[in-house]
């Protein structure tokens, strides 16, 4: 696998970490990071970047949509590995 790769799933389940963190301190709510995550996601989504291709667009997407799957497995009490969030994104997207 790409090195780079490997250095953005950690990244990745970095911030979930932080994320989960600022909730348990109170800092923010689970509706909170959900409302911002989805408003990177609407960024992309709705930016002027048209020569980003359906491929781009869908990778882009992938981390936001990682954070949002693991803020809601947190709510639940779950916390899951990167393969099972980047496992449960391919089937919903």
Avoid: W
């Avoid at 970047?49 to 949002?68: E, G, Y």
């Amino acid at each position: 696998m790409n090195t780079a790769n490997l250095q953005l799933q950690g990244l990745i389940m970095a911030v979930a970490c932080l994320a989960d963190t600022l909730v348990q301190k109170g800092i923010l709510s689970h509706s909170d990071l959900s409302a911002a995550l989805g408003e990177a996601e609407n960024r992309i989504e709705n930016s002027d970047d048209r020569k980003l291709s359906d491929a781009n667009r869908a990778a882009t997407m992938f981390p936001i949509r990682v954070l949002l799957l693991a803020n809601q497995e947190s709510q639940s009490g779950r916390k899951l590995s990167f393969s099972e969030y980047a496992e449960l994104v391919g089937k919903l997207t």
